[in-house]
């Protein structure tokens, strides 16, 4: 029965990125998954019940530098990911997604995860910002909250 949520999520997550269309995006395989892990194990986190995922969300630590050249779109969300290395100081965070169920939306989990995961990569990395690439009028509400109840300044790539 877990499968069933993470199978929702698989589909939600396609429709509304629609990464297999878009090159430029990261695209969540196994090798993409491992080296998130190696970049930082909150990376992808989640809140699930007995039937798996009901939010799901990715955050990518990076450089200042990095995160510049993403916000002036000289390299795509895919090559940030390419270019970041595991291992460096991190010094600002990309939130690259956040999925929730559509039963479960409107009751703050989508924040609660995101915050829970900047303040576990916070204990190893001094974190001076939050960039996004929103999709939404919802993901970029989303965004200003984390950012205030993380208390750091918010920059933003227009699609």
């Known amino acids: 029965m877990a499968h069933d949520n993470f199978q929702r999520m698989m589909r939600l997550a396609e ?5 297999k269309d878009d090159p430029a995006q990261i695209s969540v395989t196994e090798e993409v998954m491992e080296k998130l ?7 992808m986190s989640e809140e699930a019940n007995e039937n798996g995922p009901i939010a ?7 450089t200042d530098l990095l995160m510049h050249r993403f916000l002036r779109r000289e390299i795509t969300e895919r090559e940030l990911l ?14 690259c997604s956040a999925l929730v169920l559509p039963e479960f939306r409107r009751k703050g989990l989508a924040k609660e995860v995101i915050c829970r995961a900047i303040q576990s990569i916070r204990k190893d990395h ?5 960039f996004v690439w929103t999709f939404s009028e919802e993901g970029d509400a989303l965004a200003r909250t984390v950012a ?5 300044p918010l920059y933003g790539r227009e699609s």
């Open 15 to 19: 429709e509304f990125f629609a990464t």
């Open 37 to 43: 892990r190696q970049i930082h194990p909150a990376t």
């Open 56 to 62: 799901w969300i990715l955050l990518l630590p990076t």
């Open 82 to 95: 390419e270019a970041t290395p595991p291992g460096a100081a991190y010094d600002c965070l990309y939130l």
């Open 126 to 130: 001094t974190i001076r910002a939050l």
């Open 148 to 152: 205030q109840a993380v208390d750091l």
